[in-house]
C-alpha cells in the first residue's frame, strides 16, 4: 500500500506560482509512474503531468513551458512547480501513483491506470 497526501493549494491571481507537494509513505515500487491529475468544477479529472521512476517526465500541452514535476527521493515527496497560473488552471489537483513494468508512463495519463491517490487540493487562481 502507498499512502499519498498533498499539500500546497490555495488561491492566487493570475500570473502568480504555487507548488504542491505530495508526500508518499509506505511500499516503495522499484518501478513506478507518479502524476498529477486535476479536476475542475463540472469537467472530467485530466492529467497535467507524469514522472516515471527513471525521471523521465511528461505535460499535457496546455500546462506546457508553465508547470514542472520533479521529485526529491530523500523525502519521499513528489512537487508540481506552477507558474503563470491561468483562471483555468483552477480545478482540485491530485497525486497519483501506481506500480509499472518498467519503461515510462503511458501517456495520457489516465485515472484508471492509478492505484494510489492523494486526497486532493484546491487551486484558484483569480483574474
Known amino acids: 500500500q502507498v499512502q499519498l497526501v498533498e499539500s500546497g493549494g490555495g488561491s492566487v491571481q493570475a500570473g502568480g506560482s504555487l507548488r504542491l507537494s505530495c508526500a508518499a509513505s509506505g511500499h516503495r515500487y522499484r518501478s513506478y509512474c507518479m502524476g498529477w491529475f486535476r479536476q475542475a468544477p463540472g469537467k472530467e479529472r485530466e492529467g497535467v503531468a507524469s514522472l516515471d521512476s527513471e525521471g523521465s517526465t511528461l505535460y499535457a500541452d496546455s500546462v506546457k513551458g508553465r508547470f514542472t514535476i520533479s521529485q526529491d527521493n530523500a523525502k519521499n515527496t513528489l512537487y508540481l512547480e506552477m507558474n503563470s497560473l491561468k483562471p483555468e488552471d483552477t480545478a482540485d489537483y491530485y497525486c497519483?501513483?501506481?506500480?509499472?513494468?518498467?519503461?515510462?508512463?503511458?501517456?495520457?495519463?489516465?485515472?484508471?491506470?492509478?492505484?494510489?491517490w492523494g486526497q486532493g487540493t484546491r487551486v484558484t487562481v483569480s483574474s
Open positions: 497519483a501513483a501506481t506500480a509499472i513494468w518498467g519503461g515510462p508512463c503511458l501517456w495520457p495519463i489516465k485515472s484508471s491506470g492509478f492505484a494510489y
